[in-house]
């Protein structure tokens, strides 16, 4: 049974840094898809950042040079250094894996998710 669990979401000013994480356990695909979808209220969800299994990795426009995506392998553990942050990324930002390689930042139906954590950006 896979279970996603992420952490260290809170309130930054504007210009501000946060380090989300993510664990996700019982995942054993050697092929995925992981990484980050954020809802911000009254919006769409958006997918900022996905990593695959040959390491590659694809960020939304909207953060590509303010957000890094990076994988423990060992672990399944993935952190998303978030930086020069902006109230437009104020957000519940979700952890997300699938066992599909073929997954893409147009795509939502992500097979695992976490509950969630909330980042605030305050101008």
């Known amino acids: 049974q896979v279970q996603v669990s992420e952490s260290g979401g809170g309130s930054v000013q504007a210009g501000g840094s946060l380090r989300l994480s993510c664990a996700v356990a019982?995942?054993?695909?050697?092929?995925?898809?992981m990484g980050w979808v954020r809802q911000a209220p009254e919006k769409e969800r958006e997918v900022v950042a996905l990593?695959?299994?040959?390491?590659?990795?694809a960020y939304s426009d909207s953060v590509k040079g303010r957000f890094t995506l990076t994988k423990e392998n060992a672990e399944n553990t993935l952190h998303l250094e978030m930086n020069s942050l902006k109230p437009e990324d104020t957000a519940m930002y979700y952890c997300?894996?699938?066992?599909?390689?073929?997954?893409?930042?147009?795509?939502?139906?992500?097979?695992?998710w976490g509950q969630g954590t909330r980042v605030t950006v305050s101008a």
């Open positions: 997300v894996a699938d066992p599909r390689a073929t997954m893409y930042l147009r795509d939502r139906d992500f097979a695992y």
């Open positions: 990593i695959y299994q040959d390491y590659s990795i």
């Open positions: 019982g995942f054993t695909s050697k092929w995925y898809s």
